[in-house]
């Protein structure tokens, strides 16, 4: 089952030409989720390949470079002849200033835009098998970040065993794995729990936006699969990032360690580390020894299971 992270945007509030503003796209299985849409997110989207089929918004704050594709965008979407209904989830007290910045210039979109606030701890959005929860961060206005988790997937199916225990290949390997009692063939009852390992874990992806270091995406990234954290500066504006409330590479490969989660991308990268962010990259890996990336935009990465050989 796929689970795709395009990342579209990866730079900081002023544009570069190598970095457009905040916007990830994640493909989990045909379900299309935008996690902000910064300026120019549409062309992004054409530029790469990804599509205009997204199903719904996570915007983490109402800073420019997180939020200004957004008119744009559905404006593009319904010249398209989009009638689908888009739902776009935001921080509480933040429903007016979107609703504004959707109808802007007047635009009235033929299709239904749902603005739906959630709080940090809550879950937006409910799905076949995931669900997407805010959760608390820490910038210079309300903000919030967003984790996707998966189901528990049920554990291996043991064939060999139940050949010898006399279930008869077919339909019945799938009732035992869906976790239902089967008959074999000479009559006994042959339990899931005989022929089925433990559940498996399913993935998770935590997107942090804009934030200084915090104790809650220690807690929500607790061994993630991936996590997507704030990086605007290298350690020598460490100053800067506090002025600013945003995290430098080193204080976000910190948190990764702490959470011990397999890779860490870093994103928001500033523009004054156009030429260059290496070292930022360099920061982060002096305090994380797992897989720590600086991705270009475009940069399109498979997120693997847990237990995947």
Same mark, same amino acid.
């Given at each position: 089952?796929?689970?795709?992270?395009?990342?579209?945007?990866?730079?900081?509030?002023?544009?570069?030409?190598?970095?457009?503003?905040?916007?990830?796209?994640?493909?989990?299985?045909?379900?299309?989720?935008?996690?902000?849409?910064? /300026?120019?997110?549409?062309?992004?989207?054409?530029? @790469?390949?990804?599509?205009?089929?997204?199903?719904? %918004?996570?915007?983490?704050?109402?800073?420019?470079?997180? $939020?200004?594709?957004?008119?744009?965008? %559905?404006?593009?979407?319904? @010249?398209?002849?989009?009638?689908? #209904?888009?739902? %776009?989830?935001?921080?509480?007290? *933040?429903?007016?200033?979107?609703?504004?910045?959707?109808?802007?210039?007047?635009?009235?979109?033929?299709?239904?835009?749902?603005?739906?606030?959630?709080?940090?701890?809550?879950? !937006?959005?409910?799905?076949?098998?995931?669900?997407?929860? !805010?959760?608390?961060?820490?910038?210079?206005?309300?903000?919030?970040?967003?984790?996707? *988790? /998966?189901?528990?997937?049920?554990?291996?199916?043991?064939?060999?065993? !139940?050949? =010898?225990?006399?279930?008869?290949?077919?339909?019945?390997?799938?009732?035992?794995?869906?976790?239902?009692? $089967?008959?074999?063939?000479?009559? *006994?009852?042959?339990?899931?729990?005989? $022929? $089925?390992?433990?559940?498996? #874990?399913?993935?998770?992806?935590?997107?942090? =936006?804009?934030?200084?270091?915090?104790?809650?995406?220690? =807690?929500?990234?607790?061994?993630?699969?991936?996590?997507?954290?704030?990086?605007? @500066?290298?350690?020598?504006?460490?100053?800067?990032?506090?002025?600013?409330?945003?995290?430098?590479?080193? /204080?976000?490969? /910190? %948190?990764?360690?702490?959470?011990?989660?397999?890779?860490?991308?870093?994103?928001?990268?500033?523009?004054?580390?156009?030429?260059? #962010?290496?070292?930022?990259?360099?920061?982060?890996? =002096? !305090?994380?020894?797992?897989?720590?990336?600086?991705?270009?935009?475009?940069?399109?990465?498979?997120?693997? @299971? #847990?237990?995947?050989?």
């Amino acid at each position: 089952m796929s689970l795709r992270v395009t990342f579209l945007g990866t730079g900081g509030a002023v544009p570069t030409t190598e970095r457009a503003p905040s916007a990830i796209l994640i493909n989990r299985e045909g379900d299309r989720l935008l996690f902000d849409c910064g /300026e120019g997110t549409q062309r992004q989207m054409m530029r @790469f390949g990804t599509g205009f089929g997204i199903d719904h %918004i996570f915007v983490s704050h109402l800073h420019g470079d997180h $939020v200004l594709g957004i008119p744009g965008l %559905i404006q593009t979407l319904d @010249f398209n002849g989009r009638d689908e #209904p888009l739902t %776009i989830h935001c921080p509480p007290n *933040t429903h007016g200033d979107l609703h504004d910045l959707v109808h802007a210039v007047g635009h009235d979109p033929g299709f239904r835009v749902a603005i739906e606030p959630v709080k940090p701890g809550e879950v !937006a959005l409910y799905a076949d098998g995931y669900r997407v929860e !805010a959760f608390e961060t820490v910038h210079r206005t309300r903000s919030q970040g967003y984790v996707l *988790t /998966e189901a528990d997937r049920p554990g291996r199916f043991d064939r060999p065993k !139940a050949e =010898a225990l006399g279930v008869p290949v077919g339909p019945k390997f799938g009732r035992l794995h869906a976790g239902e009692a $089967v008959e074999a063939e000479d009559g *006994t009852v042959v339990e899931p729990e005989q $022929v $089925v390992g433990p559940p498996r #874990p399913g993935r998770t992806v935590v997107y942090t =936006a804009d934030t200084r270091p915090h104790d809650r995406t220690v =807690a929500v990234a607790r061994g993630a699969d991936l996590l997507i954290h704030d990086a605007t @500066f290298a350690d020598g504006l460490a100053d800067r990032a506090r002025e600013t409330a945003h995290s430098t590479g080193r /204080e976000a490969g /910190e %948190i990764a360690a702490r959470a011990d989660v397999t890779r860490l991308a870093l994103v928001h990268i500033s523009s004054r580390y156009a030429g260059d #962010p290496s070292s930022i990259r360099d920061d982060a890996r =002096a !305090a994380f020894d797992g897989d720590c990336f600086i991705p270009e935009d475009g940069h399109r990465i498979e997120v693997p @299971f #847990p237990d995947a050989e």
